[in-house]
């Protein structure tokens, strides 16, 4: 099984976030809003926002981590970059 990466494929085909960034969201966006001040101004729930980004990161990260190596993945990524940008 593969790894989408791409942010806006995973919320266009409607991929649910994985568990884990849900409760980390939850609570890092908590801590943010009690503790500093609400500074980051976490919102999640619609079109672009700054949550629901930082939640797809972390699936992409959770998913990678639990299908293959995540550094593996992330240099293929890079290797794919730097092909790109030399062309």
Known sequence: MKTETDINKRWET?????????????????????????SFCFKSGGDGDNGESLMYL???????????????LLEVKLQELYKKNSM
């Open 58 to 72: 972390m699936d992409v990260y959770f998913d990678a981590k639990e299908l293959v190596d995540l550094d593996a």
């Open 14 to 38: 409607g991929v649910d976030h994985h568990p884990q960034s849900e409760d980390i969201f939850k609570a890092i966006s908590k801590i943010d809003f009690l503790l500093h001040g609400d």
